[in-house]
């Protein structure tokens, strides 16, 4: 059974590696082997730094699968229930097909760091490494595969949904800013003990095995798989109730009688059935409640420190989250496009009707955050800014929202058909995690123009903020709802059938844009890379200068004379800009004209 699984996991990731996926892939690989080999590099230049690293790995394989939307659904439990096995059965052959894939040979690669370690101290502790390397790749992945299980039947309640979402939105805070709290911790006495977390940790017990007397490294390599033994039983309890709770129906039913309906036409009908689907879907209040969660808790790690600078934008911060998380609006209902489109005309209404409820949803929370983190914090200064700056977020992520919705959609399961895993929508992860970005992105530039007013005359960003905001959320809205009635019909059978090219008219070859191998690998890099000079490089030192704070931490432009910083600022974020630019643009240019044919002969079939 396990072979076969195995078998059928390699074949569905081969069939998977079409276009751009395999460029993805093929980049996500090369970062990982980078990352790896750095591991073992750090084994052996700095071997007492090599517990930190492995706990990092530890902390991927846990908390990756999600931050990424329920981790890997390529061979879902749901699609063996009718197989008469046992549930440990069944979950000794899911492991064993869930070590098919580039992840865990990669995480081996950097497990064998332990190895390398062992060198240090004889051949004996090199074989102790060599099987803590095996032991170790074991546990990381049914704990992975526990957490995302754990997760998928925990979110069964929307109280669940938003602690589950708080966990994560916090956790995603702490990897962006958590640094201030170890500021603030070191500033009163020495972290040592940081050193004894990661060495109790998973991660940390080859160390331990390594370093140990070879009865006691045999000990503790006894005990860890005593421990895969005991992961591998609760994780076959997971899986069981996970189908069980499937085949209910996943979610409880609704108790009590149903609120009616509003007596409504139009946008306003659409508005009233979004904000139903806002606070009964799981996945959409878990994905909301993270983007809430990771702004409160952002803005509040640096008052650890005493500095109250980005409490005022906690607003701000959770329109641009929220505006990630949303970006991929309409594949969340599936092929229940298709109602819209045989109601004539409605595609108008029902993209103003999106963004209505949209701005409903968000937009009064983050009104009361920016209000609330702003008066708290007493910066009497910030009040123009938060001002200028709420309105053309709003604005720009109520446009946005919907425009990228209906140009860049990502098909996704039907909400009925979805699995037991709330958390996972069946759409790719590697795609999503791009919307998000090109909205991370397309949102602050939106509220440029407001920017640059209250850098001049503070006060009178305040109805520029006004005016764009409503410019963008009308003029995108428009574009979108333009998109859907000429292109609906497409944007559907790619909601059903997939992202796989519609065929041209010859029949045979795809009409999608076919890049070079150069500019594929070169769209690929940017995307990848484009975010570094930025956000990190470009962005985040020009809210340090306008704030004035002088910490230069680890920003280039900061480190530079004054007379440079602000031409180095503006330097990396245009760069940023352009490698985004070309990442998006280049593939434009290769897609064929509506209607064009092809220049390579189309072969026939053969008569029989």
């Known amino acids: 059974m396990a072979h076969v699984l195995i078998r059928m996991r390699w074949t569905l990731l081969r069939n998977s590696l079409r276009g751009e996926r395999v460029y993805g892939l093929a980049t996500g690989v090369v970062i990982g082997v980078v990352l790896a080999a750095g ?33 890997d ?56 490494g060599l099987a803590a390397a095996a032991l170790t790749l074991i546990t990381v992945v049914l704990l992975s595969r526990i957490v995302v299980a754990a997760f998928g039947l925990f979110i069964r309640s929307r109280v669940a949904a938003v602690v589950a979402a708080v966990v994560t939105g916090t956790l995603l805070a702490l990897a962006g800013n958590g640094w201030t709290l170890i500021v603030a911790f070191g500033a009163s006495q020495e972290p040592t003990w940081t050193e004894l977390l ?19 490294a045999l000990g503790i390599l006894a005990a860890n798989g005593l421990v895969v033994a ?25 108790r009590g009688r149903p609120r009616p309906f509003p007596m409504v036409l139009g946008a306003r009908a659409v508005a009233a059935k979004e904000l139903r689907a806002w606070s009964r879907d799981l996945t959409r209040i878990h994905l909301l409640a993270v983007a809430f969660s990771y702004a409160v808790v952002f803005v509040l790690l640096p008052v650890s420190l005493g500095w109250w600078g980005l409490a005022p934008f906690a607003g701000v911060i959770a329109i641009v989250m929220g505006a990630g998380v949303s970006a991929n609006l309409y594949a969340t209902d599936g092929t229940a496009l298709w109602l819209t489109l045989m109601t004539p005309g409605a595609e108008r209404q029902d993209v103003r009707g999106r963004q209505l409820a949209w701005l409903l949803t968000v937009g009064p929370a983050a009104v009361l955050l920016s209000v609330a983190g702003t008066a708290a914090g007493g910066q009497d200064w910030a009040w123009p800014w938060v001002l200028s700056l709420l309105p053309a977020t709003l604005g720009g992520v109520a446009g946005l929202v919907v425009l990228i919705a209906v140009t860049s959609l990502i098909p996704a399961t039907d909400p009925h058909k979805r699995g037991g895993n709330p958390l996972s929508t069946g759409a790719d992860e590697s795609a999503e995690a791009g919307l ?104 985040v030192p020009m809210l340090f200068k306008v704030l004035g704070v002088t910490d230069p931490v ?23 800009l352009l490698m985004y630019g070309y990442a998006i643009l280049l593939p434009m240019r290769y897609q064929p004209a509506d209607g064009e044919q092809q220049d390579r002969p189309v072969r026939r079939p053969a008569r029989t």
């Open 39 to 71: 591991t073992i590099v750090v084994s052996v230049l700095w071997p007492s730094s090599l517990p930190v690293a492995l706990a990092v790995w530890l902390m991927g394989w846990i908390f990756g699968p999600i931050f990424t939307g329920g981790g």
């Open 73 to 128: 659904e390529t061979l879902r439990p749901e699609y063996f229930t009718m197989i008469p096995v046992t549930p440990r059965r069944m979950a000794a052959g899911l492991l064993a097909g869930a070590f098919a894939g580039p992840a865990p040979l990669i995480s081996l690669v950097a497990f064998l760091s332990m190895a390398v370690y062992g060198w240090r101290h004889g051949l004996l502790a090199t074989l102790v």
């Open 198 to 216: 990661v060495r109790l940790l998973p991660s940390g017990w080859g160390i331990a095995a390594v370093e140990a007397p070879w009865p006691v």
């Open 230 to 254: 005991l992961l591998w039983m609760a994780w076959a309890a997971l899986l069981d109730r996970r189908v069980a709770s499937a085949a209910r129906g996943g979610v409880p039913a609704r």
């Open 436 to 539: 998000a970005w090109l909205m991370l992105i397309a949102v602050p530039a939106t509220a440029l123009p407001a920017a640059a007013v209250v850098l001049i005359q503070p006060w009178a960003g305040v109805p520029v903020g006004l005016a764009t905001g409503a410019l963008c959320a009308w003029w995108f809205g428009r574009i979108a709802y333009d998109r859907l009635e000429s292109n609906g019909t497409e944007l559907l059978n790619r909601m059903k059938h997939g992202s796989a090219p519609p065929r041209a008219a010859g029949g045979d070859k795809a009409s999608a844009p076919d890049l070079p191998r150069a500019h594929k690998i070169a769209v690929a890099l940017c995307y990848s890379l484009a975010w570094l000079p930025l956000f990190p490089q470009g962005l």
């Open 554 to 576: 680890w920003f280039l432009a900061l480190h530079l004379p004054e007379v440079w910083q602000w031409p180095t600022i503006i330097l990396m974020i245009s760069i940023g």
